[in-house]
């Protein structure tokens, strides 16, 4: 049943996913079931090849489930055409992956505001929000570097800037720190653990860092294909 409660903001009901390999099917998830509340913080953990991209990606949409379904505050999700759920994710949902895909050769501060120009907002209001992103996660004096030139750390909060400049209620990320240094890695876990407590963000982080995933307020891992609570 759909849960329209305004604590819930996202549920997984008995969605499945397989992939099609040489004569055998992959059931990555199978009748898995998750529920995300606003506001908390999850980490997903686990062996490489369990699936934890997988179900990123099938709660930020960017994928489709074989079955079952996925309900944004009651709304179900895979209902919708691709134009809408591409609407959906600009403005609901931020994504940081491991390796940032920012756009080289434009600056920081173009990079933010890609998004906004996205969903047709004004360029002057997108560009207030996005130098105001960039200067939250600490790049005010990098807004006119050109991306490549940034260290690593540097790139990848530009990236979680752009996940945030659209204000999304869910951030999702997908390893975060895999390819930084400890020190960068700290500091993007500082970032991320303000941005919970200061903007009550949601988010939900697939990381191998046991630092990351112990600050969120719960982990879970896949097992059997189904979503479960992780040690
Ligand atoms: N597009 C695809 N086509 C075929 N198989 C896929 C596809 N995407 C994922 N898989 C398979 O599904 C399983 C889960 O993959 P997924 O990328 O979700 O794992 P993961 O837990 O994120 O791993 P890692 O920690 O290495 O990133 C793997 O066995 C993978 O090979
Ligand atoms: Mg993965």
Redesign the pocket.
Known sequence: MADTGLKTLMTMDAVSKG???KGTT?H?LKDADFRIDRGETIAVV????????????IIGTLDRPDSGSVAFQGQDLFSLGDPALAQFRNTRIGFVFQFHYLLQGFTALENVMIPGLIGRKSKKSIEKQALSMLERVGLGSRLFHRVEDLSGGEQQRVAIARALVMKPDLLLA??PTGNLDQQNGRAVHGLLDELNKELGMTMIV?T?NMKLARMMDRCVT?EDARIIPAE
């Open positions: 992939f099609n390999g992959i990555v686990g062996a490489s090849g369990i699936g934890k991209s997988t179900l990123l990606n997908d390893e697939v191998h896949i």
